[in-house]
């Protein structure tokens, strides 16, 4: 079953991130959460068997014309940026919160041209009040550091751009 507390912090996590829609199950319970505009909102079943649908409310008229505004500039901005192709990405895993240091008073992990290896430590993702250390992945150099401290990240949202060695 889920506390009432790992609820709020996933509706949050949710709320906060890109993510439309998470869906887990736990000891029988089963907990989906989608944002508005879905067709449909699932409510917490201790059934696997039994579902509630609820129709979502219709979504807003006015931010669908600006998505396609945005994307056509984004094109146009990559035109600009250096060629990043023969570097490798160090992707978020999992939807969380991105942490350059141990704590708050302690040095970050790494820098901008610090040497890597696939076992060391680049960040910490924070999900539900647990502290998951992310490795290299890679032996090279950092190149750049892609997301600010503190900053909530999506899965696959590339957090560090490495030159391999």
């Known amino acids: 079953m889920f506390k009432l507390s790992e609820i709020k912090e996933l509706i949050k996590l949710v709320d906060q991130t890109s993510v439309q829609e998470l869906e887990i199950?736990?000891?029988?319970?089963?907990?989906a959460i989608r944002k508005p505009g879905r067709t449909e909102v699932v409510n917490v079943q201790t059934s696997p068997s039994v579902h509630t649908y609820v129709p979502a409310a219709a979504p807003a008229a006015a931010?669908?014309?600006?998505?396609?505004?945005?994307?056509?500039?984004?094109?146009?901005?990559?035109?600009?940026?250096?060629?990043?192709?023969?570097?490798?990405?160090i992707v978020s895993p999992m939807v969380g919160t991105f942490y350059r240091a141990p704590s708050p008073d302690a040095a970050p992990f790494v820098n901008v041209g610090d040497r890597v290896t696939e076992k060391t430590v680049v960040c910490i993702l924070e999900a539900m009040k647990l502290m998951n250390?992310?490795?290299?992945?890679?032996?090279?150099?950092?190149?750049?550091?892609?997301?600010?401290?503190?900053?909530?990240?999506?899965?696959?949202?590339?957090?560090f751009l490495v030159k391999p060695l």
């Open 133 to 159: 250390p992310l490795e290299a992945e890679v032996n090279g150099e950092i190149v750049d550091i892609l997301v600010e401290n503190g900053q909530l990240v999506d899965y696959g949202t590339p957090l």
């Open 63 to 89: 931010p669908a014309p600006s998505a396609p505004a945005a994307a056509a500039s984004v094109p146009e901005a990559k035109t600009a940026e250096p060629d990043t192709s023969n570097l490798h990405r």
């Open 25 to 31: 199950e736990n000891e029988g319970a089963r907990l």
